[in-house]
């Protein structure tokens, strides 16, 4: 084992730091975009339709390759692969903010995406291959508050962004702070592989399982599109088809890693640990209800309400400070009192949060209408994201702490794909029936504010019904002792670069 060149020692906070960062960049970019959405449309010249397709292509791309991204960190070493990552996200989002067309947004929001599936991986890999015990629960902790903050921080950021400077900065903020840490990464983080250099990373599974996500997540994001004045839905033969053929394709990844690869992509022995599948399952099903709550809140702050965006922006703050405080919180009880109590704590606590959220009206009141059921199921957030980020790791390989990782990643982004374009759907149809249904009252503000809130609190409820039943997955996470769960395996030796 050959020892790797000196690095500066790196104090664990600053490893903490490069990590939560990164991430912080990546999650930021789902959200910040939003508010700046009709200035790009008029600046560009975008559709109606097209205009969304500014944060479909970084979705797509996201969750199309976070798998290969979480396999390429254990492979290829947690600083060649943060380094690629961060490298290639920074200098898309440097294309982004200069485009000026159409295609040139969408490819640099493409490659900002796939930048992103690099990095946001190697992120938690870096800190589990780090930090063990309470330290370890301590730091994804951390990790976990600017995951969950970043949702809410880029609605703000990108209303004082767009309304103080121009659309364009919402990109180019990411200049500074990639070279930031991307400096501070090749001066002190050491490289770790968790795999031997006779592992050779499995392309074909790559392909097929980046394809399969791809095609499923394009399918689902084109329900909502309009074409030629009607919306296509589930129905539609475009998407049907591109689902068709993502089921297809992850039919085939499966043979192929069951009968075929030597060296399979994703082990299919790992989802013999419990508290793995379990932890994935609940991403999944909160993913879409906590990506569905950002989304309808932000239109009915400006849409209701008649926020601005950066009065709406400001609107969140509240709840991203809720997210941080529920995650502080989380990661020093959970040496106590185990991973899943916490999951069915967090779920709960959400449950309730969007049960009050879905009696909102066009006569609520932000406080304490908006601001106190919001900020219960942003403390939820808080609560959960790190008990399952424990629970994805726990008991899982060193050697497949970053397939892990990709795993739990994928499974939130792929649910909350799936969970907004479905919750969507349902609220469409509920302002739709409503209005059909009174027609008269369609000709005032008022009217159109209560039909727009008919299909938000339809929305709502269902969320509540979704992290129901997401409490009930968490009894699929063992009940296991502070030793077994937090503290975890003593780890295997990870090989230094």
């Not at 791309?61 to 692969?81: I, T």
């Not at 200098?91 to 946001?120: D, K, N, W």
């Not at 932890?279 to 209701?304: E, H, K, N, R, S």
């Not at 990643?409 to 969970?419: A, E, I, P």
Request: glycine letters at 12%.
């Amino acid at each position: 084992m050959e020892q790797a060149r000196s690095h500066r020692h790196a104090p664990d906070g600053l490893i903490l730091a490069i990590a939560c960062v990164a991430q912080f960049m990546v999650v930021l970019d789902v959200s910040i975009v939003n508010v700046a959405l009709p200035t790009i449309q008029s600046d560009l010249g975008f559709s109606y339709s097209g205009i969304q397709w500014v944060l479909n292509a970084y979705v797509l791309a996201f969750a199309g390759f976070l798998l290969l991204g979480g396999r390429a960190a254990d492979f290829f070493g947690r600083r060649l692969v943060y380094l690629t990552g961060i490298s290639l996200f920074t200098i898309a989002s440097v294309a982004a903010g200069f485009a000026t067309t159409e295609t040139q947004l969408i490819v640099a929001r493409a490659v900002q995406g796939l930048g992103g599936a690099i990095l946001s991986p190697a992120t938690l890999t870096i800190i589990v291959t780090t930090f063990a015990g309470p330290r370890l629960a301590k730091a994804i902790g951390a990790w976990s508050a600017v995951a969950g903050a970043g949702g809410a921080a880029g609605t703000l950021l990108g209303g004082m962004l767009t309304g103080w400077l121009s659309w364009r900065w919402i990109f180019f903020i990411n200049l500074p702070i990639g070279l930031g840490v991307g400096i501070v990464a090749v001066l002190f983080l050491q490289e770790l592989r968790t795999q031997t250099g006779a592992s050779k990373l499995d392309l074909v599974g790559s392909f097929l399982i980046t394809s399969s996500l791809t095609a499923m997540v394009y399918g689902v994001v084109n329900v909502s599109v309009v074409d030629h004045g009607v919306e296509r839905g589930w129905g539609s033969s475009l998407v049907l088809g591109w689902i068709g053929a993502g089921l297809v394709l992850l039919a085939g990844f499966i043979v192929w890693e069951l009968k075929v690869a030597t060296r399979p992509l994703v082990p299919f022995r790992i989802f013999r640990h419990r508290s793995l599948t379990g932890a994935d399952a609940v991403m999944v099903l909160i993913g879409g209800a906590f990506f569905a709550m950002w989304y309808f809140l932000t239109f009915y702050l400006q849409g209701v309400l008649y926020f601005s965006a950066l009065r709406a922006g400001f609107a969140f703050v509240p709840m991203a400070l809720a997210i941080v405080l529920g995650a502080q919180i989380s990661s020093r009880l959970i040496h106590h009192h185990g991973v899943r109590n916490l999951v069915l704590v967090g779920t709960v606590l959400a449950t309730l949060g969007f049960v009050a959220l879905s009696r909102i009206s066009e006569v609520s009141s932000y406080f304490p209408d908006v601001i106190g059921p919001g900020a219960l199921c942003a403390f939820a957030m808080g609560i959960l994201f790190t008990p399952l980020a424990m629970a994805a790791t726990a008991g899982v390989d060193r050697s497949e702490s970053g397939l892990a990782s990709g795993i739990l990643n994928t499974s939130r982004q792929v649910g909350g794909s799936l969970g907004l374009a479905i919750l969507a759907t349902l609220a469409a149809s509920a302002t739709a029936a409503w209005a059909g249904a009174n027609r008269g009252a369609m000709t005032t503000a008022s009217g159109q504010a209560h039909a727009a809130t008919v299909g938000y609190d339809r929305a709502f409820l269902v969320s509540a019904a979704i992290t129901a039943a997401a409490f009930v997955a968490a009894f699929l996470i063992p009940a296991t002792t502070r030793e077994n769960h937090v503290a975890g395996a003593p780890p295997v030796p990870v090989i230094p670069e």
